[in-house]
């Protein structure tokens, strides 16, 4: 790759005076050579946990991978050569519509995705597809069906009613979102246009492990906090979405998968912004789309796909989920999670402690040791370690090493 010599190239900082967020403006830069840019290029990033960073164990956004930030240090002021950085660029040029389709390519082959789906990337996060899917699915009078396992999918449910006759026909909240109902006992509404699910409740942490096959209309899922953690048929689904900044990207970005025989029918008082047809016919660039999230998407499925896909990320999620399970069930009952066992999330792991009074200084000594956003979601309280893709096990076998270690000191 070449590296244009230009009044710019006295901006590149040598890789050895990192320009820090928190370091007062150098009052010189060093010019950096074009051989010092092609380093940044060819150097392989470190694969270790870097010493000055934390295993952060937030809901979203959340950690990505090193490798990923790595790689995006390092293209970030010249991506490929073309003398900009990706956020410079015009959505439409061959750069950028290099990167998305490369993005659309590698989601689809990591979730094997059948060619009659198309994949959209977009706007306003997940909450904006509490209104785009019944507005794109349904007439106002036609009723749709929920399931409620946590507060997603109640949020999810309360907002269609604006936009057509949502039921939900099953829901957890009386036992404090725990649970996952049994299929078989579930009615559905004859005519029901779509079964709504939200595949992992973020914040109760409840996740489906089997999905239910509608008795009508299709099944639509909010996948936010589960996406790309593990395989999924998507021929099941009529409609998958989810906001990218738990599991493949930064905030800004939300991925919409749906059958193609679903666009198109979007109610008339839908904006522009909302209706899938206008998307999938612009191929996602009906206006700017968040082009620097995008390239990060990317660069995390081509990371996803490297790991040997979906299959070998399961087993590492599941890894990880395990020894931070057992180390919660094996305490005798210092720490406790409310989660039915066959239903617990991979991704967002709650937990209370016996002695509650003692949460706040567990979640404040676990940040002296450098393990951050332990503290449950503000409406349930308690501890929630999100331990979505790109927390190393490490990460986890650290936090379940301080688990013990808490424990002996306040038992
Ligand atoms: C499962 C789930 N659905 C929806 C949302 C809302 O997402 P956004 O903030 O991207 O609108 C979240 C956010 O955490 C979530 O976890």
Sequence with gaps: MSMATSPHTALFQSRTTPFRLSSPRPTSFKPASVKCATQL?????????????????????????EKVLLRAQSELYNWGGSGMSVMEMSHRGKEFLSIIQKAESDLRTLLQIPPEYSVLFLQGGATTQFAAVPL?????????????????????????????????????????????????????????????????????????????VPQSGVLVAD?????????????????????????VGPSGVTIVIIRKDLIGNAQGLTPVMLDFKIHDDNNSLYNTPPCYGIYMCGLVFEHLLEQGGLVEVEKNNKKKAEILYSTIDESKGFYKCPVEKS?????????????????????????????????????????????????????????????????????
Aim: glycine letters at 8%; one cysteine or more; aromatic letters at 10%.
């Design 41 to 65: 290029h060819t150097q392989p990033p470190p694969l270790t946990h870097a010493q000055d960073r934390v295993f952060n164990f937030a809901a979203g956004p959340a950690t990505l991978p």
């Design 136 to 212: 794109n699915l349904c007439s106002p009078d036609d009723a749709v069906d929920y399931i409620v396992t946590g507060s997603w999918g109640d949020k999810a449910a309360k907002e269609a009613q604006k936009y057509c006759k949502p039921n939900v026909i099953w829901s957890g909240k009386s036992e404090k979102y725990t649970k996952v109902p049994s299929f078989g006992d579930l009615q559905q509404n004859p005519g029901s246009r779509y079964l709504h699910i939200c595949a992992n409740e973020t914040i109760h942490g409840v996740e489906y492990k089997e999905y239910p």
């Design 223 to 247: 996948m936010s906090s589960n996406f790309c953690s593990k395989p999924v048929d998507v021929s099941k689904f009529g409609v998958i979405y989810a906001g990218v900044q738990k599991n």
């Design 343 to 411: 239903v617990r999330s991979l991704m967002n792991v709650p937990f209370t402690l016996e002695k509650s009074e003692l949460e706040g200084e567990f979640v404040k000594e676990a940040a002296k040791e450098k393990m951050v956003q332990l503290k449950g979601h503000r409406s349930v309280g308690g501890i929630r370690a999100s331990i979505y893709n790109a927390m190393p096990l490490a990460g986890v076998e650290k936090l379940v090493a301080f688990m013990k270690d808490f424990q002996a000191k306040h038992a």
